[in-house]
């Protein structure tokens, strides 16, 4: 048996020290330590195990942390941290307090740029290269590693169109794995690839476009004349079809990006070329690892599983209540059988959203329109302008990026479309690049808007049927990652009239308001508190933020002097805000105590736990009841 390698790489630099025979190994021992973390705990397996050769190839070819390299999204970042200083504690990996879901500044000077939302590598890579010219530092190399799914994300090719009219030196690896590219076969092929990235062909190249710089015979327009030429010769005899020969980009590829020795010839290669360049490689998500390889939807993040037998370890849960994505799925088919004009928009998590449950039944009428949050609130914007009912299902987290289609494109027409925010608040284990912490704050000032949280399960099947009646206008409803708490749900669909709350309890002395499945908490805490202090407290479910129930306000301004407000978003700018202008507007001085999150980045860790640092938990409820009434007692 081989003496074990990977134990010995506490950084790159021992990993630079070693022999490129012995990289394989190195590939090997990486891809079976991942395997056997995540199949004790949890986290994303499938991108990682592709890009193990990648990562080994990057920091053995390239100077980091001094060098940069600059990861898309982060899910394929799993050996990188490995890798560089981190093997001993990856056992913490998105734990609370442990290792970070995904490359991190704040962790690692390796982490180079913060990772989390897709297609922002090109655009912060080039940004970095650009900055090392400037500073004085063009040796220092960047590269940016980006997935054919992020790719697909519009701020991708606005950086590559960038980096083909800025001065910089910038390597770009589109990583492959599951794009319409072409495969290409034959000698040609490779022939063309060895020679392009051969390194006494490109001294000859820029020697000779040196001297033809000095005789006037070569400018910067003419080279990128010939930039594309060469791309356009390489392309017709590679059999590939891409957007890049339509730009200056100098383009590699594709490669077999598991064969870590050929990267490593091709990097070293290609490093020290001026200009900007991108090297295509061609990988399988969950290589080495079969059941992953067979089906990299469900592998992408699995869960817990037998790394022995590749058996998924799932929970029965057949008498547990249902998951909020899961009646979504369900009663959008429900209403797509009831209303033919109803169709659904997703950018790219139909397995996520549970949008894969009425594609299966109306494949004709769900589009999946990749890592593009923007165009799909824009494409629903078309398709109901033409009188279609979009329904169109982003995470929340994700939403952020579509906020001025939203304004611009959607509510100023007033079009009718419902936007359904999965993962909205608190997200546990991916951290703040994550928690759905924002949308109610960043969506309220917005006009002509309806924006709506459900209390449980039964009520997010009202507001969908509610949001696709006639004449709504943009329609929103968040509901959060998990579990509802009803198992018989699927009750008869019963419209709800927008802007109206609801009496979930009775009582005299404090109010507490809730948007949202957190109510459920605060209902628990109330009844808790009340057997232990004799107090009482009324609990009223708001239902929508915008328009908000201004009787249900009135109500409470008039009958009340304690006010608390409890949301899963940030404090600032949602539902306790509202109730404070509210007060304010309308005269009264009731104390008003607003729960949420903080006004601050939430780490990862388990929901219960975030809860609980955020203070929005039963137990903080309860204290703040217990504060309030030991202020009436003291006159404070």
């Known amino acids: 048996m081989a003496e074990q390698i990977l134990k010995t790489i506490d950084s790159p630099k021992e990993l630079r020290a070693l022999n490129q025979s012995v990289l394989p190994q190195v590939c090997d021992e990486l891809r079976q330590m991942i395997i056997e973390e995540l199949s004790r705990n949890p986290g994303h397996f499938g991108s990682s195990l592709g890009t193990i050769e990648l990562t080994v190839a990057l920091h053995y070819v390239f100077n980091t942390p001094d060098d940069r390299i600059v990861w898309d999204v982060g899910h394929q970042a799993y050996g990188h941290k490995i890798l560089t200083g981190r093997r001993d504690t990856f056992s913490t990996n998105r734990k609370f307090k442990g290792l970070r879901p995904f490359p991190s500044p704040a962790e690692s000077e390796y982490d180079t740029f913060t990772c989390g939302h897709a297609s922002n590598s090109i655009s912060a890579a080039l940004g970095m290269a650009v900055a090392n010219k400037k500073n004085g530092n063009p040796k220092r190399k960047v590269v940016a590693v980006i997935g054919d799914g992020a790719m697909t994300g519009g701020l991708a090719f606005e950086g590559l169109n960038n980096a083909s009219t800025t001065d910089n030196d910038l390597l770009i690896i589109l990583n492959d794995n599951d794009m319409s590219i072409s495969h290409s076969v034959g000698g040609m092929r490779n022939y063309l690839t060895r020679l392009q990235t051969s390194r006494s062909y490109n001294r000859f190249r820029y020697l000779a476009s040196r001297v033809l710089y000095k005789l006037g015979m070569m400018n910067e327009e003419r080279r990128k004349r010939i930039i594309r030429r060469n791309n356009h010769f390489k392309l017709r005899y590679n059999n590939t079809n891409n957007v890049f020969e339509g730009m200056d980009i100098r383009y590699f590829g594709p490669i077999d990006g598991h064969n870590v020795l050929e990267l490593v010839r091709v990097m070293q290669n290609i490093k020290n070329m001026h200009g900007p ?12 690892y079969k059941p992953a390889e067979v089906d990299s939807d469900i592998w992408h993040a699995p869960g817990l599983f037998d790394k022995d037998t590749g058996e998924r370890i799932v929970k029965c849960d057949k008498e547990l209540p249902p998951l909020y994505q899961d009646v979504f799925g369900e009663t ?9 004009k109803i169709v659904a928009v997703t950018p790219a998590m139909p397995l996520g959203c549970s949008m894969d449950i009425p594609m299966k039944v109306h494949p004709n009428r ?15 914007g078309g398709l109901s302008k033409e009188g279609m009912i979009p329904f169109c299902n982003i995470y929340s987290t994700f939403m952020q990026r579509a906020y001025d289609n939203l304004i611009h494109d959607i509510a100023i027409q007033k079009l009718n479309m419902v936007l359904c925010l999965d993962r909205a608040g608190l997200v546990g284990e991916d951290g703040p690049t994550h928690h759905g912490a924002f949308d109610l704050a ?4 917005i006009p002509n808007i309806i924006i709506s949280s459900p209390y449980d399960e039964i009520e997010l099947r009202n507001l969908m049927y509610t949001g696709q009646l006639p004449d709504q206008g943009p ?12 198992c018989d749900w699927k009750k008869p669909f019963s419209p709800i009239v927008v802007g109206t709350g609801r009496e979930i309890k009775s009582g005299n002395e404090i109010a507490v308001l809730s948007i949202g499945p957190i109510g459920n908490l605060a209902y628990e805490a109330i009844q808790e508190w009340e057997k232990s202090s004799g107090k009482s407290a009324a609990l009223f479910d708001m239902r929508f933020l915008k328009p908000i129930d201004t009787d249900l306000l009135h109500r409470v301004g008039k009958e009340f002097k304690h006010i608390i407000t409890i949301e899963n978003g940030t404090v600032l700018g949602g539902l306790g805000s509202a109730v404070t202008e509210f007060m304010s507007d309308n005269g009264y001085k009731p104390s008003i105590k607003r729960l949420g999150l903080p006004d ?4 990862h860790g388990a929901t219960p736990k975030l809860l609980q640092i955020c203070n929005i938990d039963k137990d903080a409820i309860i204290n703040t009841l217990n504060d309030i009434v030991k202020s009436q007692d003291t006159g404070l």
């Open 442 to 445: 960043y969506l309220r000032s």
């Open 277 to 288: 360049k991108l090297l295509h490689i061609k990988t399988t998500k969950g290589k080495g």
């Open 600 to 603: 601050e980045f939430i780490e």
């Open 332 to 340: 959008l088919l429900e209403l797509m059988n009831e209303n033919k």
């Open 366 to 380: 769900c589009f999946d329109v990749g890592i593009a949050e923007g165009h799909a609130v824009t494409f629903s």
């Open 475 to 486: 329609f929103v409803i968040r509901y959060p990652r998990g579990r509802g708490l009803i």
